[in-house]
């Protein structure tokens, strides 16, 4: 009969050392407190009053006993400190050659996206002896993403990302659990983490799988129109995507901003926060207009164009090219003139200095206007 195990199951490579931690914590309680009780019973016993009339001598103190008391305690602290800092910084530092998985909470459920295009509901699939990071944002309130089998916790947070990544080291089917109270069915809110071997997590990949997320957010940059701003010759209104994610990105005004999920999520959102040095604040707001699981894809797509990366997934997906004025000019008919890209909108100057985006009144063949996206992502007729 198998007792009952004081730790769930060590699945991944950071349970072991949580656990020895998390062991000697409460043996160095355990200590303190057996210490404390034995003295407590000792000067009880040993100092007690023997007759009605006693009076007890004035003791002065000692300094050596002061700082035994202070020295060896602040020690013992320290090395926990450390050693849980040590842990903690490891585990903020997923590994270069991590799968980047993209996780999207809302009540009740997770959504999972890989970026091979596979799309679950409440489940993932990673393989054994791979780092795998977790991009999580939350569409509605805070949820919290706990394995306990892999000693991992991390809050998903509305309106921002949140990072974390484990490597598990045992096949098998591990539970997924929101431990953060987030609503009614809050308790309903599970899932599994399916460890898989190599083989089989090649052989899952290769069935099932749609657009890869960097594929449609390319797409996603054609349907809203930013490539008629973010392209690459002269024509250019806005900062280039390419080489963009993870460098520092100079801003008007002073200081930098380290081009990362958050940055481009805002820079999607609310554009005029950090305006690039260089460069006119001429981009609208795609608040309301786009949902949590296309910015994940646009994302996607910029990461794909920047520098390449162990373990970064699709490099260079489809589409890029075709934004390209030769790319335009070789699908034109034999002997037709160069055609010239419409602008997504144009800029009309204002009374008092500057200028304002306006949408064309011709829009660009296949590019959908700003005015014509609804509130949840899509076009109007």
């Known amino acids: 009969m198998n007792g009952l195990p004081l730790f769930p199951v060590e699945a991944s490579t950071v349970a072991h050392r949580t656990d020895i931690l998390t062991l000697f914590l409460v043996l160095l309680a355990g200590a303190f407190f057996a210490l404390v009780m034995a003295a407590m019973l000792f000067f009880v016993v040993r100092y007690r009053r023997r007759s009605p009339d006693e009076i007890p001598p004035q003791i002065a103190g000692s300094t050596k006993l002061e700082l035994t008391w202070t020295i060896i305690p602040t020690f013992l602290a320290l090395v926990a400190f450390f050693w849980a800092a040590k842990i903690y910084a490891d585990e903020t530092q ?90 009614t069915n809050h308790s309903h809110m599970l899932g599994r983490i399916i460890v898989m071997t190599p083989a089989d997590y090649a052989n899952w990949l290769s069935t099932g799988a749609t657009q890869s997320p960097a594929s449609q957010g390319a797409r996603l940059l054609q349907q809203f129109g930013c490539v008629s701003c973010h392209r690459d010759d002269s024509l250019r209104r806005a900062p280039p995507l390419e080489n963009l994610y993870s460098q520092p990105v100079r801003l008007a005004g002073g200081g930098t901003a380290i081009a990362d ?39 996607a797509y910029i990461k794909s164009i920047g520098p390449e990366q162990p373990g970064r997934g699709l ?11 030769a790319a335009i000019a070789s699908s034109a008919p034999s002997g037709s003139p160069e055609p010239t890209p419409t602008p997504f909108f144009t800029l009309e100057p204002l009374p008092g200095g500057g200028s304002t985006p ?17 509130p949840g992502g899509g076009v109007t007729p």
């Open 358 to 374: 306006v949408a064309p009144s011709t829009p660009t063949p296949g590019v959908t206007p700003a005015a014509a996206l609804t």
């Open 94 to 183: 997923p590994p270069p050659n991590a799968i980047d998985v993209s996780v999207v909470a809302r009540q009740w459920m997770w959504k999972v996206q890989h970026t091979e295009g596979q799309e679950e509901i409440d489940e993932m699939h990673v393989p054994v002896g791979r780092p795998v990071k977790l991009t999580m944002t939350s569409q509605d309130v805070i949820h919290s993403f706990y394995v306990p089998d892999f000693r991992i916790k991390q809050d998903v947070l509305p309106g921002r990302y949140t990072t974390t990544w484990f490597e598990a080291t045992s096949p098998g089917s591990y539970r997924l659990e929101c431990s953060e109270y987030c609503g």
């Open 315 to 325: 490099q260079n997906p489809i589409l890029p090219a075709v934004f390209t004025p």
């Open 261 to 299: 999920e958050n940055y481009i999520r805002e820079s999607i959102l609310n554009p005029a926060a950090k305006v690039v040095e260089g460069w006119e604040p001429i981009m609208p707001t795609f608040e309301g207009k786009i949902n949590e699981q296309q910015i994940l894809d646009l994302i």
